[in-house]
């Protein structure tokens, strides 16, 4: 069965430190992984995404996440944080389950910047 | 350009009523899905819609319909109103075919019943 877990509820840093954003996943076969962004009152919009090629994967705001099978996380991270990045963010994980393809978002991790 | 479109953005209505909230994709995918935020932001499926194939998440009660009259649209219609719809609908659509696609969502619609 698959599941998603957002290790973190909120996450509060320093702006122009580093963000870590925690995300573990089950899955029973190869799953595709994303990490999608929600600012306030507004859509989500992808950062980045994984399926199956490199397991560093670069995104959008400079962003990027790292799939590691063995600890079946797919974290995300930015060197820098911006003001701008303040905003609810999203793990969701795709594979085919028994009635297809099924589609399981995390439970969100918001993100507090700093000045 | 947008991509994903509802309408309208917020909607204010009262216990037992019946709305409509409309979705446009100019993608050409052929899934479409509509989500539930609620207050603590968690997002759940409520629908998904593949070449007229509907598939429900079972816990969503049927006093929700999804109406697609066509590929490029999926409607969401809610009869009878209760005070717990209160929440942020998004639609959503995806390429067919695999699940390594990603979905492109609306902007949301905000539902308060009042």
């Known amino acids: 069965a698959q599941s998603v877990t957002q290790l973190d509820s909120h996450v509060s840093v320093s702006e122009g430190t580093p963000v870590l954003l925690r995300c573990n996943y089950s899955?029973?076969?190869?799953?595709?992984l994303f990490w999608y962004v929600q600012h306030p009152n507004k859509g989500l919009q992808l950062l980045l995404k994984?399926?199956?090629?490199?397991?560093l994967v670069k995104g959008i705001n400079g962003f990027e996440a790292e799939f590691k099978k063995s600890e079946t996380s797919f974290h995300l991270t930015k060197p820098s944080a911006h003001m701008s990045d303040a905003a609810e963010y999203f793990c969701v994980v795709s594979d085919r389950g028994t009635g297809g393809f099924k589609t399981i978002f995390g439970a969100g991790t918001r993100l507090f910047v700093k000045a | 350009d947008t991509a994903v479109s509802q309408t309208p953005k917020y909607l204010v209505t009262q216990m037992g009523n019946d709305k409509s909230i409309k979705c446009e994709q100019n993608?050409?995918?052929?899934?479409m899905y509509w989500y539930k935020q609620d207050s603590k932001k968690f997002l759940k499926i409520m629908f998904s819609?593949?070449?007229?194939?509907?598939?429900i998440n079972e816990t969503v009660p049927n006093r929700f319909s999804p109406k697609s009259p066509d590929k490029a649209h999926l409607n969401l219609h809610i009869n009878s109103l209760e005070l717990g719809d209160s929440a942020v609908y998004f639609c959503a659509s995806r390429r067919p075919g695999t699940g390594s696609t990603e979905a492109f969502f609306g902007q949301g619609t905000r539902l308060t019943v009042v």
């Open positions: 819609y593949n070449n007229k194939e509907l598939i």
């Open positions: 899955s029973s076969y190869s799953p595709s």
């Open positions: 993608l050409g995918h052929d899934t």
């Open positions: 994984y399926t199956s090629a490199a397991t």
